[in-house]
């Protein structure tokens, strides 16, 4: 090969001596045969942040590999078992050939008239095939409506702290999350003024998770409708991600967005996401639901194509016979949950550090404990130092916004054992760490 020009050589990556150190090992020669400069990565998708829950559990299992015994109480993954029901139709579905085959792009159509009859059923909106999309995941459901309403600078109000895939799936297409409060001095919950406030006229779309992830906090009813209310008087969509929303410890706290009392006026603003993953236990299936205004449905139709083609229709039937699921399962389920917080609740009571009401989970299997007093960017620390002293993890609070940096969160979807030894152990580590001295109080 000829030699390289040395005029040429400031064009040529690893040319300079200190970009040299740079270069890829065993790629030396490519100092003076490559011309020109490698191919640029997405500048967004580059400064995106890494989960501090994923951070955590790759930390987790290189210590279970040496040998370490972790209590794993950082990831919203159930141990529950799904329904027999859905388990066994989608067994039958794999002698299927057209289970095996792709599906339309909104997912088969027996799985999207069992979604709208169930949602119907519940909450007493009028719901038909055409206004359900099945989803990979809730996840997938997220992203499919962003697609479907943002331009580059669009605006979405998503809550702090908040699901941090949310804000990173609006980045992604390039529009700008804009954070409102849930301050733990309110419950987690907000303030509708405040929200009034930051709607401007790029804002798309409000964002609410109720129960709520990371907090556990239930929207009242009245309060829902008046974000409803709101989102209609601005022309703005209202997401209301309700994934958990069958694990509520009180029923009568609880009312989804689509028991709006006036349906057919708001049915426009509305957007419901749902599914399987987490009351049915079925995090692997990867099945979501959207219900949408019938004019938003051929949008998502269309971008699914796009974004990942169609979801697996075995695992749609699955699915939808976990709707059907006999109401014992459910309420076993509900029990599990209610007698696991419980179960947090009270070892740090016996420590004496009594958990306020208004941090007490009212569903899903998340708690936010407090972890220090009041100082930024405490909780990754907190939460390295609790796993390494006292083999817990937990995940930051840090990881899903500032108004939860001086917390933990704590998921108890793992068992009754590993959520009360888990529980034990942090509430010892907080002793040790001067709790007593900064715990909040049911009046702070």
Not at 344 to 358: K, M, N, S, T, Y
Request: with cysteine; hydrophobic share 45%; glycine share 8%.
């Amino acid at each position: 090969m000829a030699s390289v020009n040395v005029a040429r050589q400031s064009w040529i990556p690893w040319a300079s001596p200190a970009a040299r150190n740079l270069r890829p090992a065993g790629h030396a020669h490519l100092t003076h045969a490559f011309f020109g400069t490698l191919p640029r990565l997405g500048s967004v998708a580059e400064t995106l942040p890494r989960s501090q829950i994923r951070m955590v559990m790759e930390r987790a299992w290189a210590m279970e590999r040496a040998g370490r015994k972790i209590f794993h109480l950082e990831v919203g993954q159930p141990d529950l078992a799904p329904p027999g029901v859905a388990l066994e139709a989608c067994k039958a579905a794999l002698d299927d050939p057209v289970a095996l085959r792709y599906c339309p792009n909104a997912g088969e159509r027996e799985t999207r008239q069992i979604i709208a009859d169930v949602l119907q059923q519940k909450t007493g909106c009028p719901t038909a095939l055409e206004n359900i999309v099945v989803s990979v995941g809730v996840n997938g459901g997220i992203t499919l409506v962003l697609s479907a309403i943002f331009d580059v600078d669009d605006e979405i109000l998503v809550p702090d702290p908040f699901w941090p895939n949310v804000d990173m799936a609006a980045k992604l297409f390039k529009a700008r999350p804009i954070r409102y409060r849930l301050p733990s001095s309110r419950g987690f919950l907000p303030n509708i003024e405040e929200l009034q406030r930051l709607i401007t006229s790029r804002t798309k779309a409000l964002y609410v998770c109720s129960p709520s992830n990371p907090t556990g906090k239930v929207i009242p009813q009245a309060m829902m409708d008046s974000l409803i209310r709101m989102c209609m008087d601005h022309g703005i969509f209202l997401i209301s991600d309700e994934i958990y929303g069958d694990i509520v410890f009180d029923k009568n706290h609880f009312t989804s967005c689509l028991s709006f009392p006036d349906m057919t006026e708001a049915a426009e603003h509305v957007i419901w996401l749902g599914g399987v993953s987490k009351a049915h236990a079925m995090t692997g299936f990867r099945v979501g639901f959207v219900r949408a205004p019938q004019r938003v449905v051929p949008i998502l139709e269309k971008n699914q194509e796009g974004l990942l083609s169609c979801g697996v229709p075995f695992a749609q039937r699955g699915a939808a016979m976990a709707l059907k699921v006999d109401q014992s399962f459910m309420e076993n389920t509900i029990a599990t949950y209610r007698r696991r917080r419980d179960l947090v609740v009270d070892a740090l009571a016996e420590a004496g550090l009594q958990v306020p009401h208004r941090l007490k989970p009212d569903g899903a299997f998340y708690m936010l404990v407090p972890c220090a007093p009041a100082g930024p960017d405490c909780s990754e620390e907190v939460a390295l130092t609790l796993l390494e002293e006292k083999g817990v993890a937990c995940a930051p609070g840090g990881g899903f916004g500032r108004e939860a940096e001086n917390f933990l969160r704590l998921s108890f979807a793992t068992s009754d054992e590993d959520v009360l030894e888990g529980a034990r152990r942090l509430a010892h580590f907080l002793l040790g760490r001067d709790a007593t001295q900064w715990w909040p109080s049911n009046s702070s």
